[in-house]
């Protein structure tokens, strides 16, 4: 079954440092990989999607993440965190343009000042 | 282009109660998906409609339901609520199409939060 695993549930970084949150997925087929922000009281907003073409995947508010199948992750990425960055961060799969999306359990990103 | 609308925003119910939200997809998403997000268990996939018909399928109970208009706008219906069903739930769009032309990447409404008693 496909699946998608975060490692860490709360991340705390300082403002101006690097960010990086985790994200593993099961499969043995190429997948559709993506990455969701959620700010409180709001529904998921995609932050960038990888689907087979570049490995390095930039997406909106300065975040990357990179696709290594050898390593079956696709961590997701900013060089300096800002205090808007303070949110819940998912990691989500899909194995075609019509299967379900499986997200992660999340992983809630604070920025220390 | 209007993004995804959900209602109602919040609603109160109690046990044994049946409730029923609504979703209007973007204009032009064939598919809606229904997401419970709940602190516990994340955000858990319940099921997917396109083009009216259901395409997939999570594992809930059969008190939860739902159907797709042929306007593409989905309900979901939730019948003799417990508790535990309280949650936010979720719903997003997507074009829906196979093939390379749709990355199936989801666009997510702000969510109607269902509060038990």
């Known amino acids: 079954a496909q699946s998608v695993t975060q490692l860490g549930s709360h991340v705390s970084v300082s403002e101006g440092a690097l960010v990086l949150l985790r994200c593993n997925y099961s499969s043995s087929v190429p997948p559709y990989l993506f990455w969701y922000v959620q700010y409180p009281n709001q529904g998921l907003q995609l932050l960038l999607k990888?689907?087979?073409?570049?490995?390095l995947v930039k997406g909106i508010n300065g975040f990357e993440a990179e696709f290594k199948k050898s390593e079956t992750s696709f961590h997701l990425t900013k060089p300096s965190a800002h205090m808007s960055d303070a949110a819940e961060y998912f990691c989500?799969?899909?194995?075609?343009?019509?299967?379900?999306?499986?997200f992660g359990s999340g992983t809630r990103l604070s920025i220390r000042p | 282009k209007a993004g995804v609308t959900q209602t109602p925003r919040y609603l109160i119910k109690t046990r044994g109660q049946q409730v029923t939200l609504s979703c209007s997809p973007i204009?032009?998403?064939?598919?809606v998906s229904w997401y419970q997000q709940t602190p516990g268990q994340g955000l858990q996939f319940l099921f997917e409609y396109f083009s009216e018909t259901q395409r997939n399928k999570g594992n809930f109970p059969g008190r939860f339901s739902g159907r797709q208009f042929s306007n593409s706008r989905s309900e979901m219906n939730v019948s003799t609520l417990e508790l535990g069903d309280s949650a936010l739930y979720l719903c997003a769009s997507s074009l829906g199409g196979r093939g390379s032309s749709s990355t199936g990447e989801l666009f997510f409404g702000e969510g109607s939060r269902l509060t038990v008693l």
């Open positions: 990888y689907t087979s073409a570049a490995t």
């Open positions: 204009s032009g998403h064939r598919s």
């Open positions: 989500a799969v899909s194995y075609s343009s019509a299967s379900k999306i499986i």
